[in-house]
């Protein structure tokens, strides 16, 4: 187990307060499906009852989502969204293992929402087969607790930000190439200062990386290839810290990001923290 090495480094990594209000009382059925949950502690009946309760987007139904998704199904989130306007292709297949052979050519968001109802018929899954785009990406994140960001456009990353920003919504972000990965934790505005997020107003992406670069500024997945485990490594991370927000369980990944480089299979923190720079393009 990794200890934090100072104090100093654990008040980087408040206790954030839940963020999902509990829902109705669990039935027979869920107390037997989500045991594990209730038996810890940190989560307890009341924690199940708030994922139940809970709303999640998930941009991306690709190799981040395919073990997000699955996750936060099985975890009990009520509600599920999905975004992805792609459609199966088999080379898609050496890691986005959400999806089949059977699935090649079929939308993408119809073959995750399938492999979640299998999971978790209670749920409800709602998609979206569309791109982001600035005229449609605000009123797609409107009404969500939380939105998961598992794309791999960086214009699309942006957008995605500046929306959750502008809505006042917390944001879990994850990133692979190769053989590694960054995940973290954004959350701006009053709620998110209330709930524990560092002040003034909260991190955002454009804290970690203010302006957004050229499109070709990053190398493509396509032209340099991932190693199959790396995405579902990343978002079974994505998962957990959308599950200890819901909840307010654990410290989140907070003003750190948490990079992976399963190569040497070496993990290390980058701390990092506001620098006010939330500047919010098109919106409502």
Not at 5 to 24: F, T
Not at 103 to 130: C, Y
Not at 167 to 178: A, D, N, R, T, Y
Not at 190 to 196: I, Y
């Amino acid at each position: 187990m990794v200890e934090f090495r100072s104090q100093k480094a654990k008040e980087q990594c408040p206790k954030i307060r839940p963020l999902v209000q509990p829902g109705p009382e669990l039935t027979a059925a869920q107390r037997e499906r989500f045991a594990r949950h209730i038996s810890l502690k940190d989560i307890g009946e009341i924690g199940q009852r708030r994922l139940c309760n809970a709303r999640v987007l998930m941009v991306g139904a690709g190799g981040l989502g395919s073990t997000a998704l699955p996750y936060l199904a099985a975890a009990g989130v009520g509600t599920i969204g999905i975004v992805d306007a792609d459609r199966v292709d088999l080379s898609n297949l050496q890691r986005q293992i959400i999806h089949s052979t059977a699935a090649i050519g079929e939308l993408k968001v119809d073959s995750a929402a399938r492999r979640l109802r299998e999971l978790n018929p209670e749920l409800k899954v709602v998609t979206f087969p569309i791109h982001l785009t600035e005229e449609n990406a605000w009123e797609t994140l409107r009404g969500w607790d939380a939105v998961v960001d598992g794309t791999d456009n960086l214009a699309t990353r942006y957008l995605i930000s500046d929306a959750a920003v502008s809505l006042g919504m917390p944001e879990v972000f994850g990133s692979v190439l190769q053989w590694g990965a960054q995940i973290s934790v954004f959350w701006t505005g009053q709620r998110a200062v209330s709930a524990g997020f560092p002040g003034p107003d909260g991190l955002s992406l454009r804290d970690v990386f203010p302006h957004e670069p050229a499109a070709d500024a990053l190398p493509k997945t396509a032209d340099v290839g991932i190693m199959g485990t790396v995405p579902g490594m990343t978002g079974t991370l994505m998962a957990s810290e959308a599950i200890k927000l819901i909840t307010g369980t654990g410290r989140l990944l907070v003003g750190r990001i948490l990079y992976v480089d399963s190569s040497g299979m070496r993990v290390s923190e980058i701390p990092f923290g506001p620098l006010g720079v939330h500047n919010v393009r098109g919106g409502p």
